[in-house]
């Protein structure tokens, strides 16, 4: 079955070429023009990711997706017609999982989607029978679920992917294109502002249920996981 794709952006020329290149890539696509509207189609039939624009009038994405995540762990590509930082940083802490600026290549978006949606185990992917633990922090793949002291955490998928990738090797230090190796494809570039609000997100939201050791800053190398709670 081919994905189903919502896009939302008020710019109707941005819609059709979104549209075009995902359904080029054999994906079923909506489009939508504005924040609520996408709501409103979301919560009729739930799509397998959106494609979610931070500028749009009256609601915007960044408000679109905090809606959201209250009742769906849906996966969001966010657009941003502005290239800063603070977009950047603020859609991926409000649970978004990528974003692409504009002017976008339509290849390159396409590639973002794909690689989102098999994190997100939407696209077909071996079956993977191992759990990892370290501490009190359980990860179990295969039905893609974590914990912490069995209190469930919700993560994106590409938080999953890199908190699997730290408790895969607890003992390592792991420098940003180590840490990000498995969450995005090897030919798509990935800021290290990028990369250091994931793991902001994911030390908020252990910290929230109590891990307030979840992952340390080994300055000018990388990253390393804390001991969970042990």
């Keep these: 079955m081919p994905h189903h794709i919502l896009v939302a952006d008020d710019d109707p020329h941005i819609r059709e070429i979104i549209c075009f290149a995902l359904e080029k890539a054999g ?8 924040g609520a509207a996408a709501l409103q189609a979301i919560e009729r039939r739930a799509p397998d990711l959106v494609v979610l624009d931070i500028g749009m009038p009256e609601m915007d994405g960044l408000e679109v997706c905090r809606r959201l995540r209250h009742t769906s762990d849906v996966p969001v590509l966010f657009l941003s017609a502005r290239d800063e930082e603070i977009d ?33 185990r939407l696209a077909p992917e071996p079956a993977d029978d191992r759990q990892f633990s370290h501490g009190r922090l359980l990860l179990v793949p295969a039905s893609h679920t974590a914990s912490f002291d069995g209190k469930r955490l919700a993560l994106t998928s590409i938080e999953f992917a890199i908190l699997k990738r730290f408790l895969s090797r607890p003992a390592h230090v792991l420098g940003r294109d180590m840490v990000m190796a498995n969450a995005y494809a090897a030919n798509i570039h990935v800021a290290d502002r990028t990369v250091d609000s994931h793991i902001r997100n994911i030390r908020a939201k252990l910290a929230a249920v109590g891990c307030l050791d979840a992952i340390e800053t080994v300055h000018g ?5 804390g001991k969970c709670g042990s």
């Design 27 to 34: 994906m079923k696509t909506l489009a939508v023009p504005d």
């Design 88 to 120: 950047r940083v603020l859609g991926l802490e409000m649970g978004g999982d990528d974003y692409v600026t504009k002017p976008f290549s339509p290849r390159e978006l396409v590639a973002r989607v794909n690689v989102i949606l098999r994190r997100a």
């Design 221 to 225: 190398v990388g990253f390393r996981l």
